[in-house]
């Protein structure tokens, strides 16, 4: 396929994302694959361009919560068409350092958190994705029954900022103490410092990338004894 044939494909890719179009998402994404398209720019320049321009309608008052509940379920469906090239990319995990991951408390946006699980899969990481609305004391329940040396969060709202902020608190208090990246829309490295977190990212793409870093800079290994 050329160029302006690949284009046309993750435009189509990107417009039916943002009309909510499932079927026609999840079919674009598997076309893409099969023409030897990389995951990482379907997802990037095909369902998240879609997505983006769906909150850009919805922020200006042309779309509503319906027209915005159905683009991010197609464009949930087109993450899990894409999820196992991914991985292939990433190899097995065994072996990978233990994530915990998750939205905090008050907060049920997911797009972000499911494209941060996605990223950090497909680099070796094992991900255990404990969902949206997680309350502080859950996130603490599962570093410390997993010994989990990873706690990421993921929050797209400035009124859970507090909930993000006491989550954090928390992990500080956990032994050994765990390395706490966090992101989400409302959030900015100097904010992320304010809240004590350890490292910030503005892209789920760049999720894994931070964690590696940390990790060589804490001096922690970068692979965890079988869990
Ligand atoms: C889709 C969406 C929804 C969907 C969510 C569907 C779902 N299953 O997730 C639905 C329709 C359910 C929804 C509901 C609501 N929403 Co809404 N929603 C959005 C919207 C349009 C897009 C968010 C999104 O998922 N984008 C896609 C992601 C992939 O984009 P992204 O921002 O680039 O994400 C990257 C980073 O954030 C980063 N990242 C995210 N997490 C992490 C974590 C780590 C560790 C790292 C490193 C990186 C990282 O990686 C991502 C990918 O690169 C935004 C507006 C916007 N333009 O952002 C509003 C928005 C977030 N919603 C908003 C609101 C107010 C609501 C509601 C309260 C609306 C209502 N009146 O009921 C409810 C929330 C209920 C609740 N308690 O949570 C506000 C929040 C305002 C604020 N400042 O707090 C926004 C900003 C819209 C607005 N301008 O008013 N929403």
């Given at each position: 396929m050329d160029d302006a044939g690949r284009t046309k494909l993750l435009d189509d890719l990107a417009r039916a994302v943002m009309e909510g179009l499932e079927g026609e998402v999840v079919e674009g994404c598997r076309?893409?694959?099969?023409?030897?398209?990389?995951?990482?720019?379907?997802?990037?320049?095909?369902?998240?361009r879609g997505m983006h321009r769906a909150g850009e309608l919805y922020e200006k008052h042309e779309y509503f919560l319906p027209e915005l509940l159905l683009a991010s379920e197609a464009m949930q469906a087109?993450?899990?068409?894409v999820a196992p090239a991914l991985r292939l990319y990433g190899g097995a995990a065994e072996g990978g350092p233990v994530v915990v991951l998750g939205v905090v408390r008050g907060d049920v946006h997911e797009i972000g958190k499911n494209l941060v699980g996605v990223m950090l899969e497909a680099e070796g990481f094992r991900v255990v994705d404990l969902g949206i609305d997680v309350p502080p004391e859950r996130f603490i329940e599962e570093l410390q029954g997993r010994a989990a040396r990873i706690l990421a969060l993921s929050t797209m709202m400035t009124t859970t900022l507090p909930a993000m902020r006491r989550t954090v608190e928390l992990a500080r208090e956990v032994e050994p103490r765990p390395l706490?990246?966090?992101?989400?829309?409302?959030?900015?490295?100097?904010?992320?410092?304010?809240?004590?977190?350890?490292?910030?990212?503005?892209?789920?793409?760049?999720?894994?990338?931070?964690?590696?870093?940390l990790l060589s800079r804490s001096g922690l290994p970068s692979q965890d004894a079988e869990a």
């Open positions: 076309k893409a694959l099969k023409e030897g398209m990389e995951p990482q720019e379907v997802l990037r320049e095909g369902l998240c087109g993450m899990r068409a706490v990246v966090v992101g989400g829309a409302p959030l900015t490295s100097a904010l992320a410092a304010d809240l004590g977190a350890d490292g910030y990212e503005e892209t789920a793409a760049r999720a894994p990338a931070l964690i590696r870093a």
